[in-house]
């Protein structure tokens, strides 16, 4: 599939306006069915959406090709599977193949190694050790999961990775998992492959957790930001030592799985002569009041959590700075756009995560515009008709679109008599800056990259744009497409390109505009990336690069 063939990311127009402005986008329905539901996504470099459920839901309404079964006598519902868990969605010809998982990938996690391979960590019962690879391979080829039986060193089941700068992971938490590791297991640490992580003890609400998939970030230190409930830290994890405890975010409220909210880590700017500073900042929004989760499970559901707090990390007193959202929100997703705006999408406005523990779907996304002053930063959006509750994903695609799955807040596959029945459909949000209005404005990349590209290099792109070109709102974006589920998308990470200058060249239309690649893994760990032109807020088409 050639990168020119579908367009990418997303990108908002910013309007001035109050938190209660209303925005547009459309929705489209993709398919009535892919057959599971889509409870984990990744973009790969081909373009296609590996996605996946769990195995002990039971039938899937998928059937395996040419009669191939899953035989597997530790199965807690069915020993004999002939249905799929694992679709291959293929975003250009909106179409998806059935893939083939042996033991249970429920509620696991994941990154992409620098070569494009996804690496799947975790789940549960007899898949709670197991660590499974896809490599996307030719149109025309088969390629599936392969599975390694017992490769971590301790269960993980909600657990949250990170890609590092040599190109591994690290694997954080996970349920009455107070630690970390390594994957592979090249250990940093050298003689023992798991470490003790006090901060999860800490953060532990006993009856309710409220620290699982914690947020995590990798730091332009070096270091990982790291929230878990209602607290953070920076931690060295080469040393296992926390180098930064930061205050607690106001009022206290929890915003981690069950009262599950999002976090994002906002654009990092590499500005023009001073590339080696880089600020960070992170954004955490919505949640669940504390005791939330127990009076759910009693059927009493307290309305979520309206607000967002936004820390500048690499502040030497950093402190938290609070917004309001036009609504409460828990179980919502937050998307990284190629402008820097997030978007905010799914979920309920009351309960928590759990089987049934919410109410209230919430249907209209909610766009975040980063660089626009507090008080005027929340734009809503034009609503779905799909409630997208507990198990639902959202992630970003080449095209400007955002493709929405899933939601099954039941234990298994239920399609009648409950209040929100196992939604196997997959639609696409468009946000406004895809409308034809703004054509004129978008940029056309026309530079072919090398293969590879290295840290500090000096970068062309040659793209075209009908309107009068406005220099000081032209940038570069380099996205890298996250691994999204239960509500975070771990991996994600916008970086602006450092810019140092911008030719007209070949006529009126077409120009260039040099920048610099990142000039370090620490700021960009190794792999692929989906590379912008922005201009006045509207993205060109994306092309994928890899870095290494």
Same mark, same amino acid.
């Given at each position: 599939?050639?990168?020119?063939?579908?367009?990418?990311?997303?990108?908002?127009?910013?309007?001035?306006?109050?938190?209660?402005?209303?925005?547009?986008?459309?929705?489209?329905? %993709?398919?009535?069915?892919?057959?599971?539901?889509?409870?984990?996504?990744?973009?790969?470099?081909?373009?296609?959406?590996?996605?996946?459920?769990?195995?002990?839901?039971?039938?899937?309404?998928?059937?395996?090709?040419?009669?191939?079964?899953?035989?597997?006598?530790?199965?807690?519902?069915?020993?004999?599977?002939?249905?799929?868990?694992?679709?291959?969605?293929?975003?250009?010809?909106?179409?998806?193949?059935?893939?083939?998982?042996?033991?249970?990938?429920?509620?696991?996690?994941?990154?992409?190694?620098?070569?494009?391979?996804?690496?799947?960590?975790?789940?549960?019962?007899?898949?709670?050790?197991?660590?499974?690879?896809?490599?996307?391979?030719?149109?025309?080829?088969?390629?599936?999961?392969?599975?390694?039986?017992?490769?971590?060193?301790?269960?993980?089941?909600?657990?949250?990775?990170?890609?590092?700068?040599?190109?591994?992971?690290?694997?954080?938490?996970?349920?009455?998992?107070?630690?970390?590791?390594?994957?592979?297991?090249?250990?940093?640490?050298?003689?023992?492959?798991?470490?003790?992580?006090?901060?999860?003890?800490?953060?532990?609400?006993?009856?309710?957790?409220?620290?699982?998939?914690?947020?995590?970030?990798?730091?332009?230190?070096?270091?990982?930001?790291?929230?878990?409930?209602?607290?953070?830290?920076?931690?060295?994890?080469?040393?296992?030592?926390?180098?930064?405890?930061?205050?607690?975010?106001?009022?206290?409220?929890?915003?981690?799985?069950?009262?599950?909210?999002?976090?994002?880590?906002?654009?990092?700017?590499?500005?023009?002569?001073?590339?080696?500073?880089?600020?960070?900042?992170?954004?955490?929004? +919505? +949640?669940?009041?504390?005791?939330?989760?127990?009076?759910?499970?009693?059927?009493?559901?307290?309305?979520? %959590?309206?607000?967002?707090?936004?820390?500048?990390?690499?502040?030497?007193?950093?402190?938290?700075?609070?917004?309001?959202?036009?609504?409460?929100?828990?179980?919502?997703?937050?998307?990284?756009?190629?402008?820097?705006?997030?978007?905010?999408?799914?979920?309920? +406005?009351?309960?928590?995560?759990?089987?049934?523990?919410?109410?209230?779907?919430?249907?209209?996304?909610?766009?975040?515009?980063?660089?626009?002053?507090?008080?005027?930063?929340?734009?809503?959006?034009?609503?779905?008709?799909?409630?997208?509750?507990?198990?639902?994903?959202?992630?970003?695609?080449?095209?400007?679109?955002?493709?929405?799955?899933?939601?099954?807040?039941?234990?298994?596959?239920?399609?009648?008599?409950?209040?929100?029945?196992?939604?196997?459909?997959?639609?696409?949000?468009?946000?406004?800056?895809?409308?034809?209005?703004?054509?004129?404005?978008?940029?056309?990349?026309?530079?072919?990259?090398?293969?590879?590209?290295?840290?500090?290099?000096? %970068?062309?792109?040659?793209?075209?744009?009908?309107?009068?070109?406005?220099?000081?709102?032209?940038?570069?974006?380099?996205?890298?497409?996250?691994?999204?589920?239960?509500?975070?998308?771990?991996?994600?990470?916008?970086?602006?390109?450092?810019?140092?200058?911008?030719?007209?060249?070949?006529?009126?239309?077409?120009?260039?505009?040099?920048?610099?690649?990142?000039?370090?893994?620490?700021?960009?760990?190794?792999?692929?990336?989906?590379?912008?032109?922005?201009?006045?807020?509207?993205?060109?088409?994306?092309?994928?690069?890899?870095?290494?």
């Amino acid at each position: 599939m050639g990168t020119g063939s579908i367009s990418v990311l997303i990108l908002l127009v910013l309007v001035g306006g109050d938190t209660a402005l209303s925005g547009g986008g459309e929705w489209q329905l %993709l398919q009535k069915s892919i057959g599971i539901v889509g409870m984990h996504m990744q973009l790969l470099q081909n373009d296609h959406i590996v996605i996946y459920d769990r195995t002990d839901f039971g039938l899937s309404n998928l059937s395996l090709p040419n009669n191939r079964c899953r035989h597997n006598q530790r199965e807690m519902v069915v020993t004999i599977d002939c249905t799929a868990h694992s679709v291959e969605y293929d975003v250009v010809s909106n179409t998806f193949r059935p893939l083939f998982v042996q033991t249970d990938v429920w509620c696991s996690s994941g990154s992409v190694s620098p070569n494009g391979t996804l690496v799947q960590t975790g789940g549960f019962n007899d898949g709670d050790r197991a660590v499974r690879t896809f490599s996307p391979c030719s149109p025309n080829a088969t390629c599936d999961w392969i599975e390694f039986p017992g490769q971590l060193s301790v269960r993980r089941w909600y657990a949250t990775n990170q890609k590092l700068p040599d190109g591994g992971q690290i694997v954080i938490g996970g349920r009455r998992q107070f630690n970390y590791e390594f994957y592979p297991n090249n250990d940093l640490l050298a003689t023992q492959h798991i470490h003790s992580l006090p901060f999860l003890v800490q953060t532990n609400d006993i009856g309710a957790e409220n620290n699982l998939y914690p947020f995590v970030f990798l730091n332009v230190d070096g270091n990982l930001f790291i929230f878990a409930n209602n607290k953070s830290i920076l931690f060295n994890y080469a040393k296992n030592v926390v180098v930064k405890t930061y205050p607690d975010i106001p009022n206290g409220d929890p915003r981690c799985y069950p009262s599950t909210g999002s976090a994002v880590m906002l654009p990092l700017k590499m500005l023009q002569g001073n590339n080696s500073y880089v600020e960070a900042e992170v954004l955490v929004c +919505g +949640g669940a009041p504390k005791n939330s989760f127990k009076y759910a499970r009693a059927g009493r559901f307290f309305g979520a %959590l309206n607000t967002c707090g936004r820390i500048k990390i690499t502040d030497p007193n950093p402190k938290w700075v609070m917004e309001t959202m036009p609504k409460g929100r828990v179980m919502s997703d937050m998307i990284m756009l190629p402008n820097g705006n997030v978007l905010i999408i799914n979920g309920a +406005g009351s309960g928590t995560a759990g089987w049934g523990y919410a109410r209230d779907p919430i249907l209209n996304p909610f766009l975040y515009k980063t660089d626009n002053p507090i008080g005027s930063r929340f734009e809503v959006q034009n609503p779905t008709t799909i409630p997208r509750m507990y198990h639902s994903t959202a992630i970003l695609v080449r095209d400007g679109r955002v493709i929405v799955a899933g939601s099954n807040p039941n234990k298994y596959y239920n399609f009648t008599n409950v209040l929100f029945f196992t939604d196997l459909r997959v639609e696409a949000f468009s946000p406004s800056y895809l409308e034809p209005a703004f054509d004129h404005l978008r940029p056309r990349i026309m530079s072919q990259f090398q293969d590879q590209l290295i840290y500090g290099q000096m %970068l062309r792109v040659q793209f075209q744009v009908e309107a009068m070109l406005a220099q000081d709102l032209l940038y570069v974006t380099m996205l890298a497409p996250p691994f999204n589920t239960h509500s975070f998308s771990m991996n994600q990470r916008l970086l602006v390109l450092e810019k140092i200058n911008v030719t007209k060249v070949f006529g009126a239309s077409t120009y260039e505009i040099e920048v610099t690649t990142p000039k370090s893994p620490i700021l960009a760990p190794p792999g692929f990336y989906i590379i912008f032109v922005v201009h006045q807020q509207i993205p060109s088409e994306g092309i994928w690069v890899q870095i290494l």
